[in-house]
């Protein structure tokens, strides 16, 4: 595989306006999260931004960017976008799909995420971790995946992903993190697809490829990134990545 690691961002957050310019110890948070997208090593690092400041911010320190359509309703079809002009020859053949808003992200969750796809049954991989916090078990915030995998287990197909507390009885539950891999065809087929009717039920961009008939691999880790979303994640995040900690 030749893969690429596309960061898509965006500066439409209504809980935290601005949000991948949010200064964290100097320093733009989405330039954070393409900072440890370089250190997984997997691959080049490319944004696809919604907005030139996106772009600015990205560039002034050597990164590179692309200038996507505002519009795309969600961040695959950024990606798409991004990945299409900065590379229409097809060189890379895999895509990690990762959320700009992670800024303490482990690297080695990028890396973890590409494994799967070394089997060429499967067209998405995507993240799952344990489940130990009793509340998190009936959030609906929290969306599960349903998959056979175990608790001594590497990775297993994704068979569901659901806001609902699933499946029932004795096993683990499994928290789904919002990272991707795809294969590159398989990138293209998923965005040519309408949005799906569990799709929509659910508000789950991912049960559209899983109502398509694409395979879905979850692969176990161990933590779930921060996701900032608030200014109390914000803050969070900062106090993680203080360099006087």
């Given at each position: 595989?030749?893969?690429?690691?596309?960061?898509?961002a965006?500066?439409?957050?209504?809980?935290?306006?601005?949000?991948?310019?949010?200064?964290?110890?100097?320093?733009?948070m989405?330039?954070?999260?393409?900072?440890?997208?370089?250190?997984?090593?997997?691959?080049p690092?490319?944004c696809?931004?919604?907005?030139a400041?996106?772009?600015?911010?990205?560039?002034?320190?050597?990164?590179?960017?692309?200038?996507?359509?505002?519009?795309?309703?969600?961040?695959?079809?950024?990606?798409?976008?991004?990945?299409?002009?900065?590379?229409?020859?097809?060189?890379?053949?895999?895509?990690?799909?990762?959320?700009?808003?992670?800024?303490?992200?482990?690297?080695?969750?990028?890396?973890?995420?590409?494994?799967?796809?070394?089997?060429?049954?499967?067209?998405?991989?995507?993240?799952v971790?344990?489940?130990?916090?009793?509340?998190?078990?009936?959030?609906?915030?929290?969306?599960?995946?349903v998959?056979?995998?175990l608790?001594?287990?590497?990775?297993?197909?994704?068979?569901?992903?659901?806001?609902?507390?699933a499946p029932?009885?004795?096993?683990?539950?499994?928290?789904?993190?919002?990272?991707?891999?795809?294969?590159?065809?398989?990138l293209?087929?998923?965005?040519?697809?309408?949005?799906?009717?569990?799709?929509?039920?659910?508000?789950?961009?991912?049960?559209?490829?899983?109502?398509?008939?694409?395979?879905?691999?979850?692969?176990?880790?161990d933590?779930?990134?921060?996701?900032?979303?608030?200014?109390?994640?914000?803050?969070?995040?900062?106090?993680?990545?203080?360099?006087n900690?």
């Amino acid at each position: 595989m030749t893969p690429i690691v596309i960061v898509p961002a965006r500066m439409a957050s209504t809980r935290l306006p601005d949000k991948p310019l949010a200064n964290i110890h100097g320093k733009p948070m989405i330039v954070h999260v393409m900072d440890r997208a370089v250190e997984a090593g997997v691959g080049p690092v490319l944004c696809a931004a919604g907005e030139a400041e996106i772009v600015d911010a990205v560039t002034a320190v050597g990164y590179d960017a692309a200038l996507t359509d505002p519009g795309h309703p969600s961040g695959s079809d950024r990606v798409w976008e991004a990945l299409s002009r900065k590379d229409p020859d097809g060189h890379h053949d895999a895509v990690v799909n990762l959320q700009g808003d992670l800024p303490t992200l482990d690297p080695a969750l990028v890396a973890a995420v590409l494994g799967p796809l070394s089997d060429p049954n499967v067209d998405i991989a995507t993240l799952v971790v344990e489940i130990t916090d009793p509340e998190e078990r009936g959030n609906p915030n929290v969306v599960k995946c349903v998959t056979p995998l175990l608790s001594d287990g590497v990775s297993a197909p994704a068979l569901y992903f659901t806001r609902a507390t699933a499946p029932t009885g004795d096993g683990p539950l499994w928290h789904h993190i919002g990272i991707y891999a795809y294969r590159r065809s398989a990138l293209a087929t998923f965005v040519g697809l309408a949005p799906g009717v569990l799709e929509k039920r659910e508000r789950l961009e991912q049960l559209r490829a899983l109502e398509a008939g694409m395979r879905i691999e979850a692969v176990r880790v161990d933590t779930v990134p921060l996701g900032v979303d608030t200014p109390a994640d914000l803050e969070r995040a900062r106090l993680t990545l203080d360099p006087n900690r």
